[in-house]
Nanobody, 125 residues
Framework: QVQLVESGGGLVQAGGSLRLSCAAS????????MDWFRQAPGKEREFVAA????????YYADSVKGRFTISRDNAKNTVYLEMDSLKTEDTAVYYC??????????????????WGKGTLVTVSS
């Protein structure tokens, strides 16, 4: 079992930046591949970014590629999502998610095992 807690959300103007954090407790984060998802008002939850257990492999949704960066610090049990050049359409609740895996090099974009409760990001025009 692992508990995930997101932080760092808030209100930012279009073109600005935010860094989200996801802190894990209960188990060491290095056991999990990690993702960020988001859900905008009135829309389904969508995949944003993924990172392997080792941190060497990452993958992004086309909508955020080149603007968002996922990273992890296994020593701090924390995953990050650096969001730059934010757009109004990035407004959503952002969730981190963990997947148990024995692979250190693979990432996953669905079938996650654990979820945080989310942090709200609002981008104003």
């Amino acid at each position: 079992q692992v508990q995930l807690v997101e932080s760092g959300g808030g209100l930012v103007q279009a073109g600005g930046s935010l860094r989200l954090s996801c802190a894990a407790s209960g188990r060491t984060l290095s056991s999990f591949a990690m993702d960020w998802f988001r859900q905008a008002p009135g829309k389904e939850r969508e995949f944003v970014a993924a990172i392997s257990r080792s941190g060497r492999t990452t993958y992004y949704a086309d909508s955020v590629k080149g603007r968002f960066t996922i990273s992890r610090d296994n020593a701090k049990n924390t995953v990050y999502l650096e969001m730059d050049s934010l757009k109004t359409e990035d407004t959503a609740v952002y969730y981190c998610a963990a997947k148990v895996t024995i692979s250190v090099g693979l990432y996953y974009i669905d079938n996650m095992d654990y979820w945080g409760k989310g942090t709200l990001v609002t981008v104003s025009s």
